[in-house]
């Protein structure tokens, strides 16, 4: 559990440069997790007042995620349709909050993207290489939270709006020496690992 300054509050090294920020070492899995989540999810606003999921799984880990890092997040559920009804999961950013956690995702995404796509190669038992898997680990596990995540025979695959959160996936998968299958389809990157290899535990 992080102070409630956290790594977004005040006095923490997180600044008004956006370039500049840097979420420190020991939080990044937590914040990185957090970006590929808000990254799977769909996002209202900028800053984000609020995160929307399909899954209630997915809002209950961002909630949990945010909260590590000091932000009173907030998840709800807000049932729609006809006879056909729904539920759809809303993550609630605090106002007072919402600009320095953007800066936080961003920074966090922008940290853990450049580590798990950086070609330096890293001994075993560097501490860098251990972030490397624990990021790794983040992130699939975000995606099989959030994104839109499918069986088909041996595959599991998940479904993303976005290439580059696919290229992240597909090279945490091959740190964590798991095969992966990446295709294109209309409005989307569909990136499968063999069943039960990876998990969103």
Sequence with gaps: MYPPNGPIGHGNGMNQDPARDIVPAAALPTAFEAACLVRCGFAQGRPPAVIEFDRGDAAGRLTSLLTRLGVAAAHEVQTGGGRRRYDLQRVHVPEAKRAATERMIAAAWRQGRQALLGNETLGASSPRHTLRV???HA???AAMLAGGRRKR???????LSEQEMAAVLVR???????????????????????????SAA
Excluded: K
Aim: charged share 20%.
């Design 134 to 136: 624990t990021l790794a």
């Design 139 to 141: 992130a699939w596990r």
């Design 153 to 159: 025979g041996d595959l599991m695959s998940v479904r």
């Design 172 to 198: 945490a998968a091959r740190l964590l020496d798991v095969a992966t299958e990446v295709s294109r389809r209309p409005g989307c990157f569909m990136v499968a690992v063999p069943a039960g290899v990876l």
